[in-house]
């Protein structure tokens, strides 16, 4: 994508040339006695001109660039910008069309290792007996969807066990992820290196699991940047925000992962309500400035709730009391992430994975099952970025209790509007100044408003005032 910095050496370079053709007219007008000088000096402003057009040319090129990218840029994103989903291609299809319907800008899921190369050194996008990738790629693209895509995991043709931990199974990683990224080059990808390799649920055994993640991090994302200069490159996608997990993450951090990565991303799931989430950001954020001057984005990379019936106490524990909860959650821990400047927000999970209401990972999803009906927290979604889409956080307004949440925003037309909501039971509070314009609960339902000062109800579930 070309970016204000390349287009500007770019342009100074063109004008320094139409300088230098300046000096080539005075040069056969001028008087003879004064020619070396004139040489002189169309010479030096002709070779600065072609200087600085390549310089541009090689910024662009080289991405050593003042990025244009939403995630690594400084401006402050809109809301659509940053909501994303998870999905699972491999176990069922996802409807694209829909998932651009609702809202999502960016969508997360995999290449996986084991199905793409089944032979050493032949790697099979397409003929592989299970997914076609190229399809897979293209169908995101042509609905207006980001690929936000994991590398995963291993491959027994290298090792024998479920992490990359020897030689020969990090560098076929490597060799993989590097054609992986040829083949889909200049498509906008946010290219994930593995997935929560801080858990023993995909990396093990974890001995010296930081050490050796972070060196094929160091090893691969050269090459992926290289092949795909579009893309990005972030990792570690870590598993929970928690003590044990933020040491792992910076023994990573120790051995140099930084200079490499375009974006931190984690996972913060939490038994606990979205706004705890604050704290953990700031521990991270804490962390990467012992080790580096750099301002490196996070992202959000996988988050969500379950609103599993019947639990039977297996799996995770991210669980609520029920649709409504998941709804409330699910849109709060969105509007805190851009509150903090989370450059992307994965929702876990698109839709449920299954039917079961005694399995946790059955019900993760905004949509029900057969993705033909939207659950409440799939609506509230849509809602939401059909209401604040366009709009950029601006600041939290103080309404005495640290509970209650007024959020401003703001976006290119001048507009304002409002997020409130409050964690504790249902209150009022007074709003300062004249509201008129449109109260959107988070359901959709709508009314007007058109009084001073007015007294506006705070619930569990994030209501928006759109100030006309």
Excluded at 103 to 127: C, M, P, Q
Excluded at 185 to 192: D, F, L, R, S, V
Excluded at 229 to 242: D, R, T, Y
Aim: net charge negative.
């Amino acid at each position: 994508m070309l970016n204000v910095l390349s287009i500007l050496f770019v342009v100074f370079g063109l004008i320094l040339l139409t300088a230098g053709g300046f000096w080539k007219r005075k040069v056969e007008i001028g008087v003879f006695s004064r020619l070396p000088e004139s040489l002189r000096k169309r010479k030096a402003v002709i070779g600065a001109g072609v200087l600085v057009v390549v310089l541009g040319v090689v910024l662009q090129l080289t991405r050593l660039q003042l990025s244009d990218d939403p995630i690594t840029d400084s401006r402050k994103l809109k809301l659509s910008e940053t909501m994303g989903t998870n999905i699972h291609e491999l176990q069922w299809s996802a409807n694209f069309s829909l998932m651009n319907d609702y809202g999502v800008n960016v969508s997360r899921d995999a290449l996986v290792w084991s199905i793409i190369e089944k032979k050493k050194g032949t790697y099979d996008f397409v003929h592989n007996g299970e997914i076609d990738y190229d399809n897979f790629v293209e169908n995101m693209k042509n609905n207006h969807l980001r690929p936000y895509l994991m590398l995963l995991y291993t491959n027994d043709l290298y090792n024998d066990h479920m992490a990359l931990d020897n030689e020969q199974v990090k560098q076929g990683y490597v060799n993989w992820a590097a054609a992986s990224a040829k083949r889909y080059k200049n498509k906008n990808i946010i290219w994930e290196v593995y997935n929560e390799p801080n858990g023993e649920w995909f990396w093990t055994p974890q001995e010296n699991s930081a050490q050796n993640y972070a060196d094929v991090v160091k090893r691969a994302a050269p090459l992926i940047r290289k092949n795909d200069p579009s893309g990005l490159v972030i990792a570690p996608a870590l598993a929970e925000v928690e003590d044990w997990s933020l040491e792992w993450l910076e023994d990573t951090f120790k051995e140099g992962i930084l200079d490499y990565v375009d974006a931190i991303s984690v996972h913060p799931y939490r038994t606990s309500n979205p706004e705890t989430v604050v704290e953990s950001y700031e521990k991270i954020r804490s962390l990467v400035a012992k080790y580096t001057t750099r301002d490196i984005p996070l992202i959000s990379g996988e988050w969500g709730y379950s609103n599993v019936p019947n639990w039977n106490n297996q799996g995770a524990s991210y669980i609520v009391a029920d649709e409504l909860q998941q709804a409330q959650y699910n849109t709060r821990m969105l509007l805190i992430n851009q509150s903090q400047n989370i450059r992307t927000s994965i929702v876990y999970d698109w839709k449920d994975d299954g039917q079961d209401n005694t399995l946790v990972e059955h019900h993760f999803g905004l949509m029900n099952y057969d993705q033909a009906t939207p659950k409440q927290a799939g609506t509230a979604f849509k809602v939401l970025s059909d209401t604040l889409g366009e709009y950029q956080f601006s600041e939290r307004v103080d309404i005495g209790n640290d509970n209650d949440y007024l959020m401003k925003y703001t976006n290119n037309k001048k507009q304002t509007a409002y997020a409130f909501w409050t964690t504790e039971d249902d209150h009022s509070f007074t709003f300062k100044g004249k509201a008129s314009g449109e109260i959107i609960a988070m359901l959709g339902e709508k009314k007007s408003i058109n009084k001073p000062h007015p007294s506006l109800e705070l619930t569990k579930s994030p209501s928006y005032l759109i100030v006309h």
